[in-house]
C-alpha cells in the first residue's frame, strides 16, 4: 500500500499513527486536548520522537485528563521534569497546565472544545495535498486567537500541524492510499 512520503515504513507506530489516525476529524475533547499537547511538545522535534514517547506522555500527564492537569501543583511539575520518559521541557510543562486552563475555559464558551475548533471552517475538512505547506490562513486564524485567550506554543505552524491530526485538514498525498479528493 502506497502511503505519504514522510510515513517511516520501518516504525510501526507510525504507519498505523498514519493510516488509522492522521488526518481522520475528531471531535472527541479529550483526543482533541491530546493533539493539542503532544504538537505543541512537537516544537522543533521530530513528530516520530513524539509518537515514540506518547503513551509515556500519556502516563505522565493523567491520559491527557485536561480537568486534573490544570490543577498541576509545583510538585506535578518536578515530577514531570524528572520523567525521562517524556520531553522535559519546562516551558512546555507550565504551558501544559496553562493551555488546559483555557482549554476549560474554551469549553464552558463553546459547550466543547470541538465546537470551538470545527468552528472555523463550518464544520468541514479542508483537502490540501501540498505537505510543504505549513501554515495557512485558518492556522493563522486560530493561533491569533488561542495567543488571545492566553495559550502558550500555539503558533500558526504548530496550529496546522493540528489542524492536520485531527482531520481539519486532510494533507495525505495524491499518491497515498489515504488521499481523499473534496467531496468524496
Known sequence: MKRCS????????????????WGNPVKDDLKLFEFLILEMFQAGLSWEIILNKRENFKRA???????????????KINELMSNTGIIRNKLKIIATINNAKIFLKIQKEYKNFSNYIWKWTNNKTIYISDNKITKNNVSDYISKDLKKRGMKFVGSTIIYSYLQAIGIINSHEKECAFYKIKGR
Open 6 to 21: 514522510w510515513c517511516n515504513l520501518n516504525n510501526p507506530q507510525y504507519i498505523k499513527y498514519h493510516d488509522e489516525e
Open 61 to 75: 500527564f493523567d491520559n491527557f485528563n485536561y480537568c486534573k492537569i490544570a490543577y498541576y501543583d509545583e510538585n
